[in-house]
């Protein structure tokens, strides 16, 4: 005689807690995953950064090239202004540009206006060639946009006037 065969009773495995497990698994492994180790961290770099103080110093009473960037309050348009303080500075400064035919020039002219990086290179370098002694300072409207005055400083560079005051109002 032949045995019976058994039937097979069917295995069923309830996938619920099997993939509640691997999400808190998941979910632990990502909060305490360092992705980068403390030494690749770290910066390969220092960046020392100067000692900051206020600067009360005030301008100079002679040898001082001012340049002012301002609103013309008639027409509304930004221009620099270029003046020297000692008057005989001035007056060679004024024969200078009359030779170098400075538009809208004339004779024993106070202050320079013009909104042209280049003539403010050419004023710039004629100061420091009449008077290598001059210290340079702008002193802009607080409405100017940062490229007026950053056209300036570059101006300046150019022609080796590296050290400059920025003028300021005191804070009250």
């Known amino acids: 005689m032949s045995k019976i065969k058994k039937k097979r009773v069917g295995f069923v ?13 998941l979910t632990f492994f990502m909060f305490t995953a360092k992705f980068k180790s403390e030494s690749e961290n770290e910066e390969k770099y220092q960046i020392k950064r100067p000692r ?12 001082l090239v001012i340049i002012k960037v301002g609103i013309d309050t008639a027409n509304q348009d930004t221009a620099y202004h270029v003046s020297m303080l000692n008057e005989q500075d001035r007056i060679k400064l004024s024969q ?6 400075f538009p809208g020039i004339q004779p024993n002219q106070t202050a320079f206006i013009t ?10 370098q004629e100061a420091r060639l009449i008077n290598p002694r001059a210290q340079f300072a ?7 946009r940062f490229a007026w005055i950053e056209q300036a400083m570059n101006a300046m560079r150019k022609k080796r006037a590296t050290t400059f005051n920025f003028v300021t109002d005191k804070k009250q």
């Open 96 to 101: 200078v540009m009359i030779q170098k035919d």
């Open 138 to 144: 702008v002193d802009a409207d607080r409405r100017i």
């Open 13 to 25: 495995l309830d996938m619920t807690p099997l993939v509640d497990i691997t999400f808190l698994l």
């Open 52 to 63: 900051a103080s206020v600067d009360t110093t005030k301008l100079p009473e002679q040898d």
């Open 115 to 124: 909104k042209d990086t280049v003539w403010l290179e050419s004023l710039v």
